[in-house]
């Protein structure tokens, strides 16, 4: 009975680990691509938030080179991101009993261009919006601009890596 139950589990994890064996842990199917070039995205917004344009180009270029094998180059990548923050806005969300705000919302607005050269049917053109709520008796400064920010790209930068390599 022992040994039926050792040659059992042995099959078991064999078969697991073979059928694993094409995915990566990062979810991204990089192809044959080498390298991936991410261009600078202005700040086109009516609303202009002086750091966000090196911020989001940052962020997206680091979320690349962590969740892939890709080497950044600055022209000629086999996939290129290009685009432009087109959105970025605070409204009022939810409204106390002396009818004013209780709580704002920043939101993000970014488009983006993926070309990928050696998978053409792959390029995209979209937009990508993502937003943060906070206390509307704060300053949008300092820790609350800079924890808004951080939530808001980060969700930002990961759906573009699932619409571009994941193909979420």
């Known amino acids: 009975m022992k040994k039926l139950f050792y040659i059992y589990f042995f099959i078991l994890i064999t078969i697991h680990l073979t059928s694993c064996g094409i995915y990566s842990f990062s979810g991204g199917d990089e192809g044959n691509a080498k390298?991936?070039?991410v261009d600078f995205f202005q700040n086109q917004?009516?609303?202009?938030e002086p750091t966000l344009s090196q911020r989001f180009t940052q962020d997206l270029?680091?979320?690349?080179?962590?969740q892939t094998n890709l080497s950044l180059v600055k022209s000629n990548g086999?996939?290129?991101f290009e685009g432009e923050i087109t959105g970025y806005r605070v409204n009022p969300m939810s409204a106390t009993s002396q009818q004013t705000a209780a709580q704002n919302?920043?939101?993000?607005?970014?488009?983006?261009?993926?070309?990928?050269?050696?998978?053409?049917?792959?390029?995209?053109?979209?937009?990508?919006s993502f937003y943060s709520?906070?206390?509307?008796?704060?300053?949008?400064?300092?820790?609350?601009?800079?924890?808004?920010?951080?939530?808001?790209?980060?969700r930002i930068t990961q759906d573009i890596f699932n619409a571009s390599l994941a193909k979420w």
């Open 61 to 66: 270029q680091d979320l690349f080179l962590r």
């Open 133 to 154: 709520d906070f206390d509307a008796s704060s300053q949008l400064v300092g820790g609350v601009l800079d924890n808004a920010l951080s939530e808001i790209l980060e």
């Open 45 to 48: 917004a009516p609303l202009v």
């Open 105 to 128: 919302r920043l939101t993000i607005t970014i488009n983006v261009r993926y070309y990928n050269k050696l998978k053409e049917e792959d390029n995209f053109e979209k937009q990508f």
């Open 78 to 80: 086999d996939l290129r």
């Open 35 to 37: 390298t991936i070039q």
